[in-house]
Each structure stands twice: as C-alpha cells, then as structure tokens.
C-alpha cells in the first residue's frame, strides 16, 4: 500500500484509522479537547532537542523548515500557548494533541480522497498543491512528502486541502514523520496516538 524511499533519517510510522461513524457524527470527548491545552497530562513531551531533530529531517532534502514553512508540531505549541488550538474532529484532534506532545509533525489524510498507490518521496521542482479552502499553495521542492495517484498529498508542514478529513470522513491515513535521531520516539508517539484512537472507537491498523 506505501512505498518509502530510502532516506537516511526518516523513521516513519504509517498507520490506517476506521471510524465507527463519519467524523461529522463524532465530536471530540472533553478529555481529547483538554489534551490540546498548555499544560496537559502526556506521556510524551517536546523539546528543543525535538524540535532540532526534526527541522534536521526536513532540511535533507533541501527544504528550508523556517518561517510559514516550519513543521506544523510547532505551529501547534504556539496556538495552544495562545488559546487558538480549538477542536476540529475527533481524528483531527487526537492527531493534533499527539502531535503538540511529541513533537512530531503528523499528517492525516482522507483515504476515499486519495488515491492508490502511496510512497513517501522527496518532491522535485515543480511540485506544489493548495493547502487550505482559500486556495492558498505550498512550494513542495526538497521536502518531504506522501505522494498518491495524483501527486504530493500530505507532508509535516501542511497537508492538502483535497484529502483533508471532512464530516463525511470513515477512514484515515496517517503518518508520523519521525527522525531516527530520536531513538525510540516515533514508536512511543504511536504507541500513545493508537491507545487515545481505539478510546475514540477507531479500528487501528499499521501500515508496514
């Protein structure tokens, strides 16, 4: 279902989701919205050791992770930090408190949006997709990123906005853009981010 290129740092873990009811039907319980804010209770934490790492992860490829183009785990701490972090669904938001925890940059991608077959690439000149609902686009070259049929789809700066989850979202694709400079963390974000999804009701499944 998903082929990886080699990639001297990237530890990625891929995973499908099947929902019991389209998102729209299941609102976030208070304690996923309460794991958005500063300060909750986590097994996991980031640091500025995190944060180098993973800068470090996107920058292989040429990428430049800095300014409107730095890994959306840290847009996330600031928006928490600053009360903006609201609940958007219950599979967007158990992949947003996962992320604002660990660190890591999560993408989480409707799969009767995408198409098969799936790899995780490094994208080339050219390479860009609209991102949000005003059309807005993100210059891909160097990062990066899940690819389907159609193109690049998904990365650990901004997702597209043609797979994006919606109400009528049953199933998700999921990825974890780990680093191998961090023994053992992407495996322990899963290991969490299966235990709060199987709470919500969703049937996990890892992608090898």
Not at 21 to 26: C, N, Q, V
Not at 65 to 84: F, I, M, Q
Not at 135 to 161: H, R, Y
Not at 169 to 196: M, N, Q, V
Request: aromatic share 6%.
């Amino acid at each position: 279902m998903l082929t990886v290129d080699n990639h001297p740092l990237l530890d990625l873990v891929a995973f499908t989701s099947t929902w019991a009811a389209p998102l729209g039907d299941l609102p976030a319980p208070d304690w996923l919205q309460a794991l958005l804010k500063p300060g909750a209770a986590a097994p996991l934490q980031s640091d500025d050791a995190v944060r180098g790492a993973v800068r470090d992860l996107l920058r292989h490829g040429g990428y430049k992770p800095t300014g409107r183009g730095k890994p959306a785990s840290e847009y996330l701490v600031r928006a928490s930090g600053d009360g903006t972090l609201g609940t958007i669904n219950a599979a967007v938001d158990a992949c947003n408190a996962v992320s604002l925890h660990s660190g890591l940059p999560i993408s989480v991608v409707d799969l009767d949006k995408a198409q098969a077959p799936f790899r995780v690439s490094i994208a080339i000149q050219g390479d860009h997709y609209v991102f949000n609902a005003s059309g807005q686009t993100i210059d891909l070259e160097g990062l990066l990123c899940l690819f389907d049929a159609q193109g690049p789809c998904a990365n650990a700066v901004k997702d597209a906005q043609r797979t994006k989850t919606d109400a009528t979202t049953r199933r998700t694709l999921t990825l974890l853009w780990g680093t191998k400079e961090l023994k053992g963390h992407t495996e322990r974000a899963f290991t969490w981010y299966r235990e709060l999804l199987e709470r919500l009701g969703a049937t996990v499944e890892r992608v090898r």
